[in-house]
C-alpha cells in the first residue's frame, strides 16, 4: 500500500494533511542488496516501507550485525537521528527490490503541533521502534537460541523466506552454523 492511502485509513488524516505529506515525500525504487544508509549516517527522515524487506544493521569488530527486520507497512528510522539529532549506529539495507517513500521528519513534526492525526503518526513510529527494540532485548536478554529461532519461526514466519540465513542468525544473536544445528533438529 503506498503512504498517502496508509495515512487516510490509519490515522484519519485530512486531505490537506495529506497533500502537504505528498509534496514533501518522495517515492524511490531499490534493488535487492541496496544500502539506503550506511552505518554512522545522520538522517532525518521516516521511510515507509510500500512494498519490499529492509533490515536494520550495524558494525561491531567488523562484522555485519543485523538490528532488525522491516515489510511492507511499517515504518523504519534511524531514531538517533530523528528524534535526538545524532548520527545513527544503524544502516538500512534492502533485502528484496523495494519500494521505499522518504518523508523529512521536519515536515512531519510541524504538521504534528495543529494537528492531532499527525501525532499519532509520531507516536506509532515512536511504539513500533520501542516495541521492536525491547523484544529484541528481551529475547536476547532471557531465551535460548533455540527459543529465539522458535518465537521467529512463531511471529515472523515471513522473515525466514525473505532474509539470507547469515542476516536471520546475527539478528537472532548466533552464529549461521548454530543456526543450521538448530534447523536441522526440526
Do not use: C, W
Not at 21 to 43: G, Q, W
Not at 111 to 133: D, E, K, V, Y
Amino acid at each position: 500500500m503506498q503512504l498517502i492511502p496508509y495515512l487516510k485509513t490509519t490515522f484519519g488524516l485530512t486531505d490537506e494533511l495529506l497533500e502537504h505529506v505528498a509534496r514533501v515525500a518522495v517515492t524511490k525504487t531499490y534493488a535487492k542488496k541496496n544500502i539506503m544508509l550506511d552505518p554512522e549516517h545522520y538522517s532525518r527522515s521516516v521511510f515507509f516501507i510500500e512494498q519490499g524487506f529492509v533490515r536494520m544493521f550495524y558494525y561491531k569488530s567488523g562484522k555485519d550485525i543485523t538490528h532488525y527486520f522491516f515489510s511492507e507497512q511499517t515504518f523504519a528510522a534511524g531514531t538517533e537521528s530523528v528524534f535526538y539529532h545524532r548520527k545513527s549506529m544503524y544502516g538500512m539495507e534492502t533485502l528484496e527490490p523495494s519500494i521505499i517513500t522518504i518523508v523529512p521528519f521536519d515536515a512531519i513534526e510541524k504538521l504534528a503541533s495543529h494537528s492531532i492525526p499527525m501525532n499519532r503518526l509520531i507516536q506509532t513510529i515512536l511504539l513500533q521502534a520501542l516495541i521492536g527494540f525491547s523484544t529484541r532485548l528481551q529475547s536476547l536478554q532471557f531465551e535460548t537460541a533455540h527459543e529465539r529461532y522458535q518465537k521467529l519461526m512463531e511471529q515472523h514466519p515471513d522473515i525466514l523466506l525473505r532474509a539470507p540465513l547469515g542476516d536471520i542468525a546475527s539478528y537472532l544473536g548466533i552464529s549461521q552454523q548454530t543456526l543450521s544445528v538448530i534447523r536441522s533438529q526440526r
